[in-house]
């Protein structure tokens, strides 16, 4: 009697360890197609943002768990920034956005445009109460420009 209930206690435990496997790899699916329209102005970089979220008194009550989870980028990210979003990505991405600022627009506009862009959301992150949120995106694709 005792190796039984042993034997259905290792095929429920089996069979829980499997329903965890298939449930985190479902949880983990972070490619999260998303479109937004953007006013794109040169990007500032990972290290100029966790310098102004860490000096500057608006940011005052940031999440600090945010802010380590930014310097963990290192040099090779940039972000834009939008009214509701601190928007990461990698610098070949970037380039497809800022690449756009001196191509093609009259004097007057080449410091900004906004595009209707789509990209894969990779991790959303809140800075805090009142803050504008940080999302770490890939795959940017712009699907318009209004100069």
């Known amino acids: 009697?005792?190796?039984?209930?042993?034997?259905?206690?290792?095929?429920?435990?089996?069979?829980?360890?499997?329903?965890s496997v298939i449930y985190a790899a479902d949880a983990n699916e972070l490619?999260?197609?998303?479109?937004?329209?953007?006013?794109v102005q040169y990007p500032i970089?990972?290290?100029?943002?966790?310098?102004?979220?860490?000096?500057?008194?608006a940011f005052r009550n940031y999440d600090y768990t945010t802010l380590n989870w930014l310097k963990g980028f290192?040099?090779?990210?940039?972000?834009?920034?939008?009214?509701?979003?601190?928007?990461?990505?990698?610098?070949?991405?970037s380039n497809k956005l800022s690449g756009h600022l001196n191509t093609g627009l009259s004097n007057s506009t080449k410091s900004s445009y906004t595009a209707d862009v789509?990209?894969?959301?990779?991790?959303?992150?809140?800075?805090?109460?009142?803050?504008?949120?940080?999302?770490?995106?890939?795959?940017?694709?712009i699907l318009s420009k209004n100069v």
Do not use: Q, R
């Not at 040099?75 to 939008?82: C, E, M, R």
């Open 31 to 39: 490619t999260n197609k998303t479109t937004l329209s953007i006013k």
């Open 74 to 93: 290192g040099s090779g990210y940039n972000v834009f920034i939008t009214d509701d979003y601190y928007i990461v990505m990698n610098s070949s991405d």
């Open 1 to 19: 009697m005792k190796e039984k209930f042993i034997f259905m206690f290792l095929i429920a435990m089996v069979a829980l360890i499997g329903l």
């Open 118 to 141: 789509s990209f894969d959301v990779l991790e959303n992150k809140s800075l805090g109460n009142g803050l504008s949120n940080v999302i770490h995106v890939e795959n940017i694709e």
């Open 45 to 57: 970089t990972i290290g100029e943002l966790v310098n102004t979220i860490s000096t500057k008194p």
